[in-house]
């Protein structure tokens, strides 16, 4: 069993920065891929970013690229998301998910959620 730990989320005005962290946990595990992914209030969960624990191959959803940036430390199993010129409409919870090799595209684990709310 993986758990996974975000911290970092808050309130900010539009125009600022925050960055939030996610630290893996277990025991034996291998981490294929993370990933950071978001909920709007009365939308469906989005993917924002992920990166590959191996080769670093990085994606991002075009409304942030540019803005956001994924990155990770393989020493402390922890990636993290630094969001610069936040704006009202990234506004969400937003979570992380890991996915072991082997288990396919689908993220196997989930964190609880972090709530970022940018103000106008």
């Known amino acids: 069993q993986v758990q996974l730990v975000e911290s970092g989320g808050g309130l900010v005005q539009a125009g600022g920065s925050l960055r939030l962290s996610c630290a893996a946990s277990?025991?034996?595990?291998?981490?294929?891929?993370m990933g950071w992914f978001r909920q709007a209030p009365g939308k469906e969960r989005e993917f924002v970013a992920s990166?590959?624990?191996?080769?670093?191959?990085?994606y991002y959803v075009d409304s942030v690229k540019g803005r956001f940036t994924i990155s990770r430390d393989n020493a402390k199993n922890t990636v993290y998301l630094q969001m610069n010129s936040l704006k009202p409409e990234d506004t969400a919870v937003y979570y992380c998910?890991?996915?072991?090799?082997?288990?396919?595209?689908?993220?196997?684990?989930w964190g609880q959620g972090t709530q970022v709310t940018v103000s106008s």
């Open positions: 277990g025991r034996s595990f291998s981490i294929d891929n």
């Open positions: 998910a890991l996915r072991i090799p082997g288990t396919g595209l689908a993220y196997d684990y």
């Open positions: 990166i590959d624990w191996r080769a670093n191959t990085i």
